[in-house]
């Protein structure tokens, strides 16, 4: 048994006594000495196990493919996916061309960069409108704590920016300004600034901040590339704004103001965006709002509010928009024509739970 030493907290208002407090100094001899002691005892006393154990792991490896490749995604000409390889522990990042019968080009081999480090983990993936530069960033050391990195997909080269304690990351459409959240200590998506390729990371620009503990902040491209959407939300409330990428510098333009108990998400189509909301039922209904003035007043009903239909997400295309809906306890497709306004759900041969 581990030594009790008393630690006595005083935490908002009550008094309690840790006696295991000490062991969260992770490089304390003793605390190691201790951990040494109870993986002895675990291996003397699994002993007898050790070849049924052998036999289980090779049952279950037998069950998985090794080498493998995910399904690829094609962005700006070239199909991106990653695979893994029987013997290796990380997956490879790469991306052809074109076609996939193209030659591959290997953005990341994490096998590579996990050398001389304890635990390798891959945070933001994004590359660049124009494919050249590809954002990253790592955990080396398994604290969840990611530091950015910027590759030159042409050269193969690492570039100088590093950035820490980031969250995500994506480009603006000139392909040298990089938006990316930022983390407190308590690992709570607080900030979101704004970075130039090649710039000394004192010259970055905070373009928003989060102060109220009980909200996260994030941001994200619209799928047309045209804006980019902040969102503070916490439990029961969201706010949001937008920032035109056409205008990469503007300060986000708020959509409407937070209210306790209102939760609302927002994509974009053309110069509307369209608005999941649950300010007429807990159900929400859908909404649309010109981008020149997208306040509450201005929001126009397309779907109402169902006592027994959820609305649960939108996602808006070029020429249609889905809406994930659930009935009787069951996912739903809904897709809209923008066109013809024209709505059909996407049939599956048996329910899905």
């Known amino acids: 048994m581990a030594e009790k030493k008393s630690k006595t907290l005083d935490i908002h208002g009550e008094t309690r006594v840790d006696d295991y407090f000490w062991l969260r100094d992770k490089l304390n001899p003793a605390v190691i000495s201790y951990l040494e002691s109870e993986n002895a005892h675990t291996a003397a006393v699994m002993k007898p196990t050790e070849a049924f154990q052998e036999s289980l792991y090779k049952e279950l490896l037998g069950r998985i493919k090794q080498t493998d490749t995910q399904v690829p995604y094609r962005q700006d000409g070239y199909f991106y996916y990653s695979r893994t390889v029987e013997g290796l522990q990380y997956p490879i990042y790469a991306r052809r061309k074109g076609s996939m019968t193209a030659a591959e080009e290997i953005t ?19 590359v660049s409108d124009d494919s050249k530069l590809l954002a990253y960033s790592m955990d080396y050391d398994g604290h969840r704590d990611y530091t950015l990195y910027i590759k030159d997909l042409q050269t193969g080269k690492e570039l100088s920016d590093q950035l820490g304690k980031v969250v995500y990351a994506f480009w603006a459409p000139d392909n040298r300004t990089l938006f990316y959240g930022r983390e407190d200590d308590a690992k709570r998506p607080h900030q979101l600034w704004r970075h130039t390729v ?34 503070s939300s916490s439990s029961d409330t969201n706010e949001w704004s937008y920032i035109p990428t056409s205008s990469v510098t503007a300060a986000p333009k708020l959509i409407s103001a937070r209210q306790k108990g209102h939760e609302y998400s927002v ?27 997208p306040g509450k007043a201005n929001w126009t009903e397309v779907i109402p509010h169902r006592p027994a239909v959820m609305l649960e997400d939108i996602d808006v295309f070029k020429d249609f928009f889905v809406l994930s809906e659930r009935e009787n306890g069951l996912p739903k497709l809904r897709l809209t024509d923008f066109k013809s306004s024209k709505a059909h759900y996407l049939e599956f041969p048996e329910p899905v739970y």
């Open 108 to 126: 990341l081999d994490l096998n590579e960069m996990a050398k001389g480090h304890p635990y390798t983990g891959l945070g933001a993936y994004n």
């Open 198 to 231: 090649g710039d000394p990371k004192e010259k970055d620009v905070l373009v928003a901040e989060e102060k109220d503990e009980l909200y996260r902040l994030y941001a994200a491209r619209t799928r047309s590339r045209q804006y980019i959407l902040v969102s």
């Open 267 to 293: 994509d974009q189509h053309r110069d509307k965006f369209y608005i999941l909301t649950n300010d007429k039922g807990r159900n929400f209904r859908l909404a649309v709002a010109p981008i020149s003035n």
